[in-house]
């Protein structure tokens, strides 16, 4: 493969007119700016580079297991949490029984705050679960039909 080259050229001309004194001190001090100029550089890097290699089995364990251990450290994470809680209930149980009671208070106060009660209490309606809501409407579903039966009944006209 050829090294790569960068080529190019610039010319610079400045002018200056006049006649004065001045005129002349600026044309002699920037005759020394005018120029011009053609690069041809080439540039290669391969003797600074290494030949390649291909990685040994051994580093694409190593680099699994790092990936794979730290993926465990995650998950078991939890765990040595639960474990650290556990260990200092052991020691300090009346504090861990304040712990208790604040998170349980915190609960109900989420559950009591929260904005889904709030709209199904304005609506005069509780959080119940599927099975109740299907089992209520079939109730009410019945009871339209026994009074419809009873309304029947009672304008049923005998002819005589």
Not at 13 to 26: E, T
Not at 49 to 55: A, C, D, E, F, R
Not at 123 to 143: A, C, D, I, P
């Amino acid at each position: 493969m050829a090294p790569p080259l960068s080529a190019g050229s610039y010319h610079m001309d400045i002018k200056v007119g006049g006649d004065s004194m001045m005129a002349r001190l600026l044309r002699t001090m920037i005759s020394g700016f005018n120029s011009s100029s053609d690069l041809n550089i080439q540039s290669d890097n391969q003797a600074c580079m290494s030949p390649p290699s291909s990685l040994s089995a051994e580093v694409y364990v190593s680099c699994a297991a790092c990936v794979l251990l730290v993926a465990l450290f995650s998950c078991l994470q939890v765990y040595t949490n639960r474990l650290r809680r556990v260990i200092a209930a052991f020691y300090h149980p009346k504090r861990e029984k304040k712990r208790v009671l604040f998170l349980y208070n915190l609960q109900l106060n989420r559950r009591i705050s929260s904005p889904d009660r709030k709209t199904s209490i304005s609506r005069g309606q509780r959080n119940r679960t599927v099975f109740k809501r299907l089992s209520s409407w079939r109730h009410h579903l019945f009871q339209r039909r026994q009074q419809e039966v009873s309304d029947l009944e009672e304008t049923h006209y005998a002819c005589g």
